[in-house]
């Protein structure tokens, strides 16, 4: 069955650095979401992406986070200068129209 | 705005029944889920209901929904070992690249 992949499944940074999630989406999907859960909270959708461009994004999606689909197969998330508060795990999704978002195991990100 | 809740904590008897609760708040909402997710685990996908229907049953797993109260609730047939889990209660458009909007989480505790 096809599956959402996430790499890496742990990554652990310094506050200030960049850091790039990387998510291989189901091959004939065409929207694709990241969200987050910290740890012990519910899960927050941070934004979607459909045609090469960013759909809906949250409050929460500032100017630090960005998202690209470099090539055919990936899409990352990039958080540009990580903060302690930026500790959480990630969950990228992707789906196709009228269907159900399928998720990934998720990043589990720490920042020190 | 968009909000689901449900309760945080339900301990259950391995052999009973488990009935996790949740209510939602955007009746546009078209289809509600049930996630679950293990200790250090992804988001995996349990059963989802259209918004047309009042059960969906599958082996152990019963959803009931109440769109007039907008309450949607889990039932687990035989509780076992294997069940202990956070539940999340979601919502959902499922219109082209619509955000899945989540609840906390109900922790599931089975007792021997």
């Known amino acids: 069955e096809p599956e959402v992949t996430q790499t890496p499944s742990h990554q652990v940074t310094q506050m200030g650095q960049e850091v790039i999630l990387r998510c291989v989406p189901i091959s004939n999907h065409l929207y694709f979401y990241w969200y987050r859960q910290i740890l012990g909270q519910k899960v927050e959708f941070l934004v979607s992406f459909y045609n090469n461009e960013i759909s809906e994004k949250s409050e929460i999606f500032d100017d630090q986070f960005s998202v690209e689909r470099p090539d055919g197969s990936n899409f990352t998330l990039k958080i540009r200068s990580t903060k302690l508060e930026d500790s959480a795990m990630y969950f990228c999704?992707?789906?196709?129209?009228?269907?159900?978002?399928?998720f990934g195991p998720g990043t589990r990100l720490l920042v020190l | 705005g968009e909000d689901v809740e449900q309760s945080l904590f339900l301990s259950v008897r391995e052999g009973d029944s488990s009935v996790i609760n949740c209510t939602y708040t955007d009746s546009s909402s078209t289809y509600l889920y049930w996630y679950k997710q293990e200790p250090g685990a992804g988001l995996q996908l349990l059963t989802y209901i259209f918004s047309n229907m009042d059960m969906k049953q599958d082996q152990r797993l019963t959803v009931l929904l109440n769109k007039k109260d907008k309450h949607l609730s889990l039932r687990i047939a035989d509780t076992q070992t294997g069940d202990s889990a956070i539940y999340f209660c979601a919502e959902g458009i499922m219109n082209r690249d619509d955000k899945i909007i989540f609840g906390k989480g109900t922790r599931l505790h089975i007792l021997p």
């Open positions: 999704a992707s789906s196709s129209p009228q269907e159900t978002q399928y």
